[in-house]
């Protein structure tokens, strides 16, 4: 039976760099707005070629009115228009990118030229524990990528949005990978607490989840172009898809991700793994409601009002209805892309193992 660690490599990335609820910015960018929500009336007027972005304001039915007062104020998640696209972003996108993973690959993942086998070596001589070393890991990043997000305002208004969010990721990327790294190659290490492994569909289960998990990415996880700085990076306030369900879906993915890589793997080291990355994501659900209120007031405490942290609560109280044809809000090309790179993650998962062990200069 091969082994469930589907998609460690890309879970983990999500977890370090993929959650705007870390990275709020107040800045706006030129760019289409957001399409209203389909079960809601569209505006009369003729909407211009270029738009400064605003926050989605529209009247919501008489059924979600049930839910709340007010209208529906946030945006649609997960959009993508292949009409509003530019190639000449999408080019710039794609030079960004293999510059940065080529910079990065050089400077820290190489066995030979990279820094990253250093820090590692360096964080590996204060303990034989594989759990203190992750505890190490875990804090040095958590300090670095929510320190630096802290920072972010006042940082933007001094060097820019863009300029800031190079600096951002300079700071995060290098520290997410030897993180993961180190997962990887020490997930069967530590005290073995249970072994399910042969148990007839725990496979199947671990599987599931897994994939599961990976819907719950925050709809701004979705914004590359934002991501990557081509359009500028800002905080965004949504509200329909995977909203509905909880107000904070990354950290519910990575509950999802936990529970199914700790049960199938049932150690020491995976447990406390789990513990540190559900401690990280719980302070990002307080801190990114303090960042939406701040930026969006008295909209965001109504979207508060009619979401929940806790999947499917609001949904249960009356607080949220789901519309008769929510599923709609899922059959988006994003949704496609994370499906299709998770079974991608699968096959691929024996080559992420085997090259995260190189990249630490391990034989």
């Known amino acids: ?149 802290s920072l972010r305002p006042r940082m933007e208004g001094i060097i820019g949005a863009r300029a800031w969010r190079v600096v951002f990721a300079l700071m995060s990327l290098p520290l997410a990978f030897s993180a993961i790294a180190y997962f990887i190659n020490h997930r069967y290490d530590g005290v073995q607490l249970w072994d399910l492994r042969n148990v007839p569909g725990v496979h199947e289960v671990v599987w599931g989840l897994s994939l599961v998990s990976f819907f719950f990415l925050y709809p701004s996880t979705f914004n590359l172009l934002e991501v990557a700085a081509v359009d500028k990076p800002q905080l965004h306030l949504w509200e329909s898809g995977v909203m509905r369900i909880t107000r904070h879906p990354q950290m519910v993915g990575q509950g999802l991700w936990c529970l199914a890589h700790t049960l199938w793997i049932g150690n020491s080291f995976t447990l406390w793994t789990s513990v540190l990355l559900m401690a990280h994501h719980l302070f990002g659900v307080w801190h990114g409601d303090q960042r939406l209120r701040a930026k969006y007031g008295e909209a965001f405490d109504q979207v508060q009002r ?3 942290v806790v999947p499917f609560a609001a949904v249960i109280d009356g607080r949220q209805r789901l519309p008769d044809d929510y599923w709609k809000e899922f059959v988006r090309l994003p949704y496609a892309v994370v499906l299709a790179a998770t079974l991608g993650a699968y096959w691929a998962h024996p080559f992420m193992q085997a090259y995260s062990w190189q990249s630490q200069g391990r034989p």
Not at 41 to 53: A, G, I, K, S, Y
Not at 57 to 73: L, Q, Y
Not at 135 to 147: K, P, R
């Open 306 to 308: 009619r979401t929940s």
């Open 1 to 149: 039976m091969s082994d469930p660690m589907l998609i460690s490599l890309i879970a983990l990335s999500t977890l370090f760099i993929g959650s705007s609820a870390f990275q709020p910015s107040p800045l706006r960018r030129t760019h289409p707005p957001p399409r209203r929500h389909p079960q809601h009336p569209q505006p009369t007027q003729e909407r211009p070629r270029h738009h400064v972005f605003q926050p989605v304001r529209f009247e919501a039915t008489r059924e979600d009115r049930a839910a709340d007062a007010v209208g529906f104020v946030g945006e649609d998640a997960a959009r993508f228009d292949l009409e509003e696209q530019s190639l000449k972003s999408w080019g710039i996108f794609s030079v960004l990118l293999v510059t940065v993973l080529g910079a990065l690959y050089v400077s820290w993942i190489s066995p030979e030229t990279g820094f990253g086998k250093d820090y590692l070596r360096l964080l590996e001589s204060t303990s034989d524990s594989p759990e203190v070393v992750m505890t190490e890991l875990m804090g040095i990043f958590a300090v670095a990528h929510s320190g630096l997000a």
